[in-house]
T-cell receptor, first 114, second 112 residues
Framework: GESVGLHLPTLSVQEGDNSIINCAYS??????FIWYKQESGKGPQFIID?????DKRQGQRVTVLLNKTVKHLSLQIAATQPGDSAVYFC?????????????FGQGTRLTINP | EAQVTQNPRYLITVTGKKLTVTCSQN?????MSWYRQDPGLGLRQIYY???????DKGDVPEGYKVSRKEKRNFPLILESPSPNQTSLYFC???????????FGQGTRLTVV
């Protein structure tokens, strides 16, 4: 079935440390994945995406890894800052017949400790 | 500034009183969607639209209607709201079905 899940609902890290957020997906036909950040009172904000023909993609302080063999995604945030505190969602983009649907995981709340 | 704008941000209404939540995007995107976000259930798609006058049901369409008369607007209509439609609603748009979706700021709806 279509489901995207996260291994940990909460994660606390010290400011300046690196953080890793994990995500599992179930639809092996999915070919596009997106990480979103949601701060309190705001809508999901795009962070980084990756397509299934890649296994790694880097942005500014963020890296997404994709392991299609085990259907696993991870988001790595380097040198975390207080502004990184938020809920992070992985989303599986399902497109077919011209339609688009994002299947979201439950989210991981990341807390940055000073 | 490229954005998706929803209105209102907060709404409290009574059971059965029809309401509309508006959504507008200024990015000339063809694809638009509505999601609801509930604790423990994450974000679930209600309806989507691939272009003007083309809409279809998502995973949880019951109790909702949408329309797409213009490319930029995609209103969500609750003809007869019920308490189980109390939720946080997000509108999203994207350029194509395989590009990132941009989300609005959300509408927190309470039906009493």
């Amino acid at each position: 079935g279509e489901s995207v899940g996260l291994h940990l609902p909460t994660l606390s890290v010290q400011e300046g440390d690196n953080s890793i957020i994990n995500c599992a997906y179930s639809n092996s036909a999915s070919d596009y994945f997106i990480w979103y950040k949601q701060e309190s009172g705001k809508g999901p904000q795009f962070i980084i995406d990756i397509r299934s023909n890649m296994d790694k993609r880097q942005g500014q302080r963020v890296t997404v890894l994709l392991n299609k063999t085990v259907k696993h995604l991870s988001l790595q945030i380097a040198a975390t800052q207080p502004g990184d505190s938020a809920v992070y969602f992985c989303a599986e983009n399902i497109s077919g017949g011209g339609a688009q649907k994002l299947v979201f995981g439950q989210g991981t709340r990341l807390t940055i400790n000073p | 500034e490229a954005q998706v704008t929803q209105n209102p941000r907060y709404l409290i209404t009574v059971t059965g009183k029809k309401l509309t939540v508006t959504c507008s995007q200024n990015m000339n995107h063809e694809y638009m969607s509505w999601y609801r976000q509930d604790p423990g259930l994450g974000l679930r798609q209600i309806y989507y639209s691939m272009n003007v006058e083309v809409t279809d049901k998502g995973d949880v369409p019951e109790g909702y209607k949408v329309s797409r008369k213009e490319k930029r607007n995609f209103p969500l209509i609750l003809e007869s709201p019920s308490p189980n439609q109390t939720s946080l609603y997000f509108c999203a748009s994207s350029f194509s079905p395989n590009t990132e979706a941009f989300f609005g700021q959300g509408t927190r709806l309470t039906v009493v």
